[in-house]
Structure formats: C-alpha cells, structure tokens
C-alpha cells in the first residue's frame, strides 16, 4: 500500500475528527516526549561544560571535546584511550547481545506453543501466567532475584544441600543474576511480538511439511522461522535497546565489577555534575544501539513497515 493510500485508509476509517485529533495527539507526543529532549541533550552533548548561570556566554561554546573523551580521555592521561569507559561500552553492547540471544531461545518454543498447541483455558491461564507477574515493580523484582541469587539464596542452598556445590557460589559478582534478571525484566516483550506473527501463520503448512517427512528442526527452520522473523526482528529491536539503556537492574544485580554504561551516564549527570559530558555518553549509546539495530535488520532482511504489522 501506497503512502497516500494508506492516510486515505486510515481517515475513512476513522473519520476525519478523530483522524486529525489523533494525528496531532502522536505528534505532540512524540515531538514533546521524544524528539524535544532529544534535541536538548544533543546540544548539551556539544557545548562546553558550564554551571547555569553562564549559559549563553562565551564560555558556553561549542565543542567536541566530551565526544573525544570518550575515546582518548582526559589530555592529563597517559593512556592512548580511555580504556575504563570504551570498555565498559563495548561490554554493555556485549551483554545486552547476549540477553537478546536468551531471551530469544527462552520466547521462541514459548511463544511457539502459545500460537500453536495451546488451546482453551490452558492457553489463556499461561498468558496470565506470564503478565502477572509484571505487575509487580521492576525494583522489586530485582530485589527478588538478588536474594534468590545471593550468596544465601534459594539456589545456593539448594545446591549445597543436594551436594552439588561445597560452598555458595557467586552468581552476583560473576554476572550470572544480573544476566538472569535483565532477561526475565523484558521477556514480555520478546514473547508477544514473535507469538503474534507465528500466531498469523497458516497451520496446513506445517501439516504439509509433516505428511513430507520433514523433522522438526526443518519445519521451524524453514517455514516457522521465516514466517516469524518480522516478530523476532521487532522483539529483539525491543529487548536490545532496552538492556543497553537499563540502569535499575545493573545497580541493583551488578556485581562489583559490572559496571554497566548507563551507570557512567547517570554519574555525569547526578555525581559528577557534568550534564555535558552525560550528554554525550547518552547520544553515543543511543546512535550506536540504533545503527547496530539497522545493521542487523540489513543482513536478517527485515524492513521496518513489517515488523510493524
């Protein structure tokens, strides 16, 4: 459908009132919540770094020397870089690739089986079953898996009970809740999307592959996945950017050295006093996640208006 196809579409549908009313409500939305602040912190990001009453001075310039230090660092440094901040970016962008890949293997057979096999009440019971839960605040939550994690937790206790450790083991400091708690934090998420679009598939498909003598691995590799790839594209766009940008949970579940990026964003801007310096950090982090995400729908392709549907 054509782009004045579609707005044509879409005001007969609603009718011109409410077609208007909600044009301008998204707009005023986006532009306020989303573009405006944007826009701030990207002119914060390129200016010297200045207490508030010398905004607007000659002392307010323009610069790009908190970009630079992200790479070089301070010019007192005798480091080539900044190896502290670069790493623990780069370790960010890690972490939050690999909680998209467990999110990915855990939602897939789940959302799979919701779409496909689950019928009736078993299948609504297991949809509550997964909201729930989320009712309950993200702090708390992870609050929850720090005790289950820790050194005293359910799983230590277990496992030095049956025998299978002969002391607690570490999960905090080794990263393991931290993984753990980001994963469960937007599963929801990766669910939904991928359950939708394998929910859209045709079943006499996969009927057909089966009367052919396909295994199981070919059916889903061949028909399912496919099928389901503007839905897995659309949850992993969503569980990626959401645990690069996370800070609750890094805070709360990060062992001593876990620092997470967002951890370095939020000091400039409460600790350090350096909204600057934050600034850019937080638009460093933001184009990256979203090049990243381009990249990778370039090679899966996977167009933007289908992962949309």
């Known amino acids: 459908m054509s782009f004045s196809n579609y707005w044509r579409a879409f005001f007969q ?26 826009l701030f912190m990207l002119d914060f990001s390129i200016r010297a770094n200045v207490p508030p009453p ?20 301070s010019a007192q440094s005798t480091d080539s870089f900044n190896i502290i901040d670069v790493t623990v970016f780069f370790r ?14 855990l939602c897939y057979p789940i959302a799979y089986y ?17 909201i729930v839960p989320f009712w309950i605040n993200e702090i ?25 450790l002969d002391q607690p083991y570490d999960f905090i400091r080794n990263d393991i809740a931290l993984w753990a708690g980001l994963s469960y934090a937007f599963i929801l998420l990766m669910i939904f999307p991928i ?10 498909q996969i009927e057909a592959a089966r009367d052919l003598g396909a295994p199981w691995w070919r059916i889903h590799w061949r028909i399912v996945v496919p099928h389901a790839k503007p839905g897995i594209s659309s949850g992993c766009t969503m569980v990626f950017m959401l645990t690069a940008g996370a800070l609750a949970a890094p805070q ?12 370095i964003i939020y000091q400039g801007f409460n600790q350090a006093g350096n ?3 934050g600034s850019a950090y937080a638009i460093i982090l933001l184009v990256s996640c979203i090049v990243l995400v381009l990249v990778m729908m370039k090679i899966a392709k996977v167009k933007f208006g289908e992962m949309m549907k």
């Open 13 to 38: 549908k609603n009718g011109a009132a409410l077609a208007l009313f909600l044009i301008i409500a998204v707009g005023m939305w986006l532009f306020m919540m989303i573009i405006l602040p944007q």
């Open 54 to 73: 010398k905004f607007g001075t000659e002392e307010h310039y323009y610069t790009l020397e908190h970009y630079k230090y992200m790479i070089f660092g």
């Open 92 to 105: 960010t962008i890690g972490a939050a690739i690999f909680v998209t890949l467990i999110d990915v293997a």
């Open 114 to 130: 919701l779409a496909h096999v689950a019928t009736g009440g078993w299948s609504r019971l297991m949809v509550l079953s997964l």
């Open 140 to 164: 708390l939550r992870a609050f929850a898996f720090k005790i289950i994690f820790g050194s005293t937790g359910v799983i230590n206790n277990f496992l030095v009970s049956i025998g299978i």
């Open 195 to 204: 359950f939708n679009a394998i929910e859209s598939l045709d079943k006499n």
């Open 252 to 263: 709360i579940l990060g062992g001593p050295s876990s620092l997470w990026f967002t951890q």
């Open 275 to 277: 909204w600057a310096r």
